[in-house]
């Protein structure tokens, strides 16, 4: 496989962004991406969102985007996996430029949630419909499950989970695309209105519109640019049963787990050489499962890390320092993109105010659905 | 890149398929490939489907697939063009084999259309949803927008266009995963119902539910597996504006004449050298137009190529011998993976009473909406 590089990024603000369509959202977001990597055109491109056809009544998002894009007739894909969309829009970008097909690709993901459509009923679908929808769960409901079972076998506590929101609140306070720029406390987490026991709404991530594209190269696209190549180390994706009680265990995300071991193998790495993470904090018992299953602590600790500050900047290792789906917002086809977004600024060196330090090595972590569905992304910042 | 070859095949048969769920039938096919191909496992999978949300509530179909097929944790992955799913889903696979990140993927496509959706609404979410559906029109509308254009132009008949059909369902008839397998004649085509002047009922393809299912592999698989090698000569994929009124003319697709000069420039061939041929017959008019756009053809000779016979098997070149998707069906995402095992088939000497004789080299061409996205593949047999 050929070395790849991101060599550019744009994306939208996240929020309810009621005076624009899912196309104008794309196309600004894409049309950033293409002016920061000073590429004059693109061989291809891939477009991740989870439900444009439930949300906006539009399908067929691959052509539709290069059509308003104005880049017919370049090859244009629509990718799919829930929450995770925007991942593997990303990987199927990689590979196409990996294979030696294409040499300048762009990887977008685009959502468009708060235009009417029965959010929590659209993104249900994302869940087995037999099993668990028609039984009346929805997500909240099946995340709260894993919350409830994780506190009850390693004594995570609502203040744990808490905490997750409050760092990542501050972490999106600093970032001028995040939805919620507000800082929040413990107590404000801790009275929020119930959404499903144990979650207050300050544990969940918001409904979204929003659009996130990056650039991705062969290597020596990236020099002829002159560009600081951000190198892929590792993609890696995997799949896991659709509903919850099909697992052995709801503490831990299987797919996350396999994934993650791929991943390390790819890069060469270990837990310890990542020098800052973006998660799937759909809820905030996800950020603390997946801290866990990505190596980063021990099964069981994940909370009492966040609590102790372990991955707040400048912590052992930084999560979500964009903010998170918490704060940043989770339009859940742009979601995976902008993980990527934040690993290229943070390695860039680019992040502003809430810059980690000598970060040299990222991990994105994007999944779907309860974990269903992960893929995992490892970049490298050359020299 | 590295040489990609298909090893395996295995579909449902097109129907109404009203006892079986989208994840039975998925699974049928895709347990009949894994046996042909005979392997024992798979490295990952694509799944090629138009819009399960709306048809049958559920996304995350990669995932979903996997699970039922019990392959987790394999990489699973939904993607999308509308009713070139199955073509998108093909190349996806096969750029993951060349690009060496595995060596056994399977590429599906399914779907479930009779089960209760508003099909033409759902089908219409591939059109432009602002400027083509909000205005009335929906697809059996656009080509015949089409078709009108093309008689004007060069004198196209109603009675050219309807020797498609009796060719195809000839053709289906012999195919025992057809939908329908019954003759029709001239006459019955120019008489029936009226559904979008000038198309008759049998000027039209069936909504219908299906899946299929084909293994691709790297070479060195398919020597130790002692498979007759299917190589894919070439993968090319074009987009188009998504509305019809956005073209300079609507009697030549332009999507398709751009991935046909891709991928006969990749496989180094001519359109003579095409032995049989695959393409997306909708609606009678595409199959015409679409005869002339690979090159068949002259512009505006390829209906009186079909009243000739020279489309038909034994003529000039074969096009639909599966009986296409006005005979075979055409349940939307399986439809592109359905083509590709008619030339699987054909190209290993085993299409029964409808084999085009001493057939080597077969082309696949799948269209998403009135043509705003394309997809071909030409697929050779080795010795």
Redesign the interface.
């Known amino acids: ?1 050929r070395d790849v590089v991101v060599i550019g990024a744009g994306m939208t603000k996240f929020g309810e962004l009621w005076d624009k ?1 899912i196309k104008d959202i794309f196309v600004e977001a894409a049309l950033r991406a293409i002016e920061d990597a000073g590429v004059k055109q693109i061989d ?1 491109m891939y477009v991740g969102a ?2 444009s ?2 949300f ?9 985007m ?2 308003y894009l104005g ?12 929450c995770a969309s925007g991942g ?1 829009s990303f ?2 970008a990689f ?2 430029v ?4 294409s040499d300048i690709v762009m990887a977008g993901g685009v959502e468009k949630m708060t235009d009417g459509a029965d959010v929590t009923e ?1 993104l249900a ?6 099993y668990e ?1 028609y039984q009346g769960v929805t997500f909240p409901g099946l995340y709260a499950m894993i919350a409830h079972a994780h506190m009850k076998e390693f004594g995570t506590t609502r203040k744990q989970l808490a905490a997750v929101a409050v760092k990542n609140h501050r972490n999106g306070s600093k970032n001028p695309n995040a939805q919620f720029r507000s800082e929040i406390t413990i107590d404000q987490v801790l009275n929020a209105t119930m959404v499903a026991d144990p979650f207050g709404l300050l544990d969940c991530s918001p409904v979204s519109d929003g659009a996130a594209a990056v650039i991705v190269a062969s290597m020596d696209v990236a020099k002829k640019l002159k560009k600081k190549p951000i190198k892929v180390l590792a ?9 919850l009680h ?1 697992r052995p265990g709801i503490t831990t995300l ?2 996350v787990v ?2 993650a071991k791929k991943a390390y193998k790819m890069a060469g790495l270990k837990p310890s050489d990542i020098d800052l993470c973006e998660v799937h904090d759909c809820f905030t018992i996800a950020e603390v499962v997946v801290s866990e299953d990505l190596g980063f602590f021990k099964k069981g600790e994940g909370g009492k890390a966040a609590e102790k500050g372990l991955t707040a900047i400048g912590g052992k290792i930084p999560i979500n320092t964009s903010g998170g789906l918490k704060s940043k917002g989770h339009p859940v086809g742009a979601t995976g993109i902008a993980q990527i977004i934040e690993l290229y600024e943070q390695l860039n060196g680019k992040a502003g105010d809430r810059q980690v330090k000598g970060a040299r090595i990222g991990m994105a972590q994007n999944m ?2 309860s974990g ?2 992960c893929v995992i992304h490892i970049l490298e910042s050359g020299k």
């Open positions: 496989m369509s291809s989870m439900s056809g439930l906006v009544g539009q399908e067929h998002l691959g052509a539709v290069a059509d880049v017919t007739p370049i090859p244009a894909t629509h990718v799919e996996s829930a593997v990987r199927q590979l196409e990996a294979s030696g097909a659209a679908t994302a869940a087995d419909q037999e929808v993609s890696a994706q995997a799949s896991d049963t659709i509903a099909s299987g797919s396999n994934a779907g659905g269903a569905s």
